[in-house]
């Protein structure tokens, strides 16, 4: 089993439309989560960090699940410059060190 | 405001040529990566470091080799490049408290040929 599994879609929505990501990790000693960005051949950038309460930057929701092991991120009104490979991401957990765990992203396309 | 810096941006190299990957961070970051990524396989971890002077292996280790004599600085090096090695190289650094993510360079784009 992987350690951060994500569906890897693609998910094909049309502009406007609300769409939701859902990833799985099994070390359960992690503790920080995050969401990266990856556009096509470029870095992966921070979209937002993930927080037990959940959290909301403008039109992305971020949820924790630690009972179940689960992260969700949750996209409203869909934009075209929304496209990209979204990476859920996972720290080791347990040690001192920064370690992340990346799943294999989730391909999402916006068309107009 | 630079970050993380990676230099070359592109290389291609024939089978059994050696090079170096220089990376560069201004953010006094402890911690230090590096990353390969291919089609279908996501990021995966070579080499990392938590402090001048100080690296580790990570998931996919062999073939490369790697140091860190500034903390600023983390350099990954091919001895005897080989066809497998294709691949997009990321950089990334972090600080040491482990809630805060990572920030990566922009790539490095290599091929052996």
């Known amino acids: 089993r992987k350690e951060v599994e994500q569906d890897p879609g693609p998910f094909n929505v049309p502009e406007g439309a609300t769409v939701a990501f859902n990833c799985t990790y099994s070390?359960?000693?992690?503790?920080?989560f995050f969401w990266y960005r990856q556009d096509c051949r470029k870095e992966p950038k921070l979209l937002m960090s993930?927080?037990?309460s959940g959290n909301e930057d403008g039109r992305f929701t971020a949820q924790l699940n630690r009972a179940s092991q689960y992260i969700s991120l949750l996209i409203r009104d869909s934009k075209l410059s929304d496209s990209a490979t979204y990476l859920c991401v996972a720290n080791a957990g347990g040690t001192s060190y920064g370690k992340l765990t990346f799943g294999q992203g989730t391909i999402l396309t916006v068309h107009p | 405001n630079a970050g993380v810096t990676q230099t070359p941006k592109f290389r291609v190299l024939k089978t059994g040529q050696s090079m170096t990957l220089l990376c560069a961070q201004d953010m006094n970051h402890e911690y230090m990566y590096w990353y390969r990524q291919d089609p279908g396989m996501g990021l995966r971890l070579i080499h990392y470091s938590v402090g001048e002077g100080t690296t580790a292996k990570g998931e996919v280790p062999d073939g490369y080799n790697v140091s860190r004599l500034k903390k600023q600085n983390f350099l990954l090096g091919l001895e005897s490049a080989a066809p497998s090695q294709t691949s997009v190289y990321f950089c990334?650094?972090?600080?040491?408290?482990?809630?805060?993510?990572?920030?990566f360079g922009d790539g490095t784009r290599l091929s052996i040929l």
């Open positions: 070390n359960s000693a992690s503790q920080s």
């Open positions: 990334a650094s972090s600080p040491r408290d482990s809630r805060y993510p990572q920030h």
């Open positions: 993930v927080y037990s």
